[in-house]
C-alpha cells in the first residue's frame, strides 16, 4: 500500500541550528502538508503546499519556516534557525485532492520527531 | 475559529466490549471529518473519512457517524481487543480557507485490557 515517508526519524540539534525535515508523500498525490505535535498538545496544522507554492498556512509557521518540493518526489520542511520551543514531532501529509473540492483524504507519515536543546 | 473537543480524553474498557468516542466541533460548517488512530511515538493512521454530506462510513468493526448540525461525531468500536489499545484523533477541515487544513481534537487515549 502507498504510504507517505519521512526522513529522518529522529533529530537532535542545538538551539539557533538549521534543520531540514524531508518527506516523499503519496505518487500520484498533488497537495502536500506539514503538520506539528508538541508533546501532549494537539496536532496543529502548519502549511499547505500545491503547484510549487504554498496555499495556506498557519501563524505558527512565520519567516523561520520554509518548504520546497525540489525534485519530483520530495517534500521538504526548513527552520532556519531553531528554537527550544520547535521541539515537536512533525508530520508530513498528502492527499490526491484537496479538502474544499472533493472532500479529500489526508495520509500522515510516521513523523519526524525534532528534539531543540 | 473551529474547535475540536474528544471526550473523555481516557477510556480504559475490558477486551470484548463495544465502546463509544465522541467528538464536538464548534462550527458545523465543515466538508468532512476524519477519525486517525495514534499510536504511542507513531505517525496517524487513517480509520475512517466521513464527507459533510454523508451520516456514517464503517471499516470492519469501526463505525462512525456524523451529526453536522450538532456539530457531533461518534466512533463506534464493536468487540474491543487489546490490539485496538491507542488515541484516537478526530480531525475536520472547515469551509473558510482556500486549502481547508485539519483541525484536529486532542484525542481520546483507549486501553483495552486483555
Known amino acids: 500500500e502507498p504510504e507517505v515517508t519521512q526522513t529522518p526519524s529522529h533529530q537532535v540539534t542545538q538551539m539557533g541550528q538549521e534543520v531540514i525535515l524531508r518527506c516523499v508523500p503519496i505518487?500520484?498525490?498533488?497537495?502536500f502538508y506539514w503538520y506539528r505535535q508538541i508533546l501532549g498538545q494537539k496536532v496543529e496544522f502548519l502549511v499547505s503546499f500545491y503547484n510549487n507554492e504554498i496555499s495556506e498556512k498557519s501563524e505558527i509557521f512565520d519567516d523561520q519556516f520554509s518548504v520546497e518540493r525540489p525534485d519530483g518526489s520530495n517534500f521538504t520542511l526548513k527552520i532556519r534557525s531553531t528554537k527550544l520551543e520547535d521541539s515537536a514531532m512533525y508530520f508530513c501529509?498528502?492527499?490526491?485532492?484537496?479538502?474544499?473540492?472533493?472532500?479529500?483524504?489526508?495520509?500522515f507519515g510516521e513523523g519526524s520527531r525534532l528534539t531543540v536543546l | 475559529k473551529q474547535e475540536v473537543t474528544q471526550i473523555p480524553a481516557a477510556l480504559s474498557v475490558p477486551e470484548g466490549e463495544n465502546l463509544v468516542l465522541n467528538c464536538s466541533f464548534t462550527d458545523s460548517a465543515i466538508y468532512n471529518l476524519q477519525w486517525f488512530r495514534q499510536d504511542p511515538g507513531k505517525g496517524l493512521t487513517s480509520l475512517l473519512l466521513i464527507q459533510s454530506s454523508q451520516r456514517e462510513q464503517t471499516s470492519g468493526r469501526l463505525n462512525a457517524s456524523l451529526d453536522k448540525s450538532s456539530g457531533r461525531s461518534t466512533l463506534y468500536i464493536a468487540a474491543s481487543q487489546p490490539g485496538d489499545s491507542a488515541t484516537y484523533l478526530c480531525?475536520?477541515?472547515?469551509?473558510?480557507?482556500?486549502?481547508?487544513?485539519?483541525?484536529f481534537g486532542k484525542g481520546t487515549r483507549l486501553s483495552v485490557i486483555a
Open positions: 505518487s500520484n498525490h498533488l497537495y
Open positions: 480531525a475536520v477541515s472547515s469551509d473558510n480557507s482556500g486549502n481547508t487544513p485539519l483541525v
Open positions: 501529509a498528502s492527499s490526491e485532492f484537496p479538502g474544499q473540492l472533493l472532500a479529500g483524504e489526508l495520509f
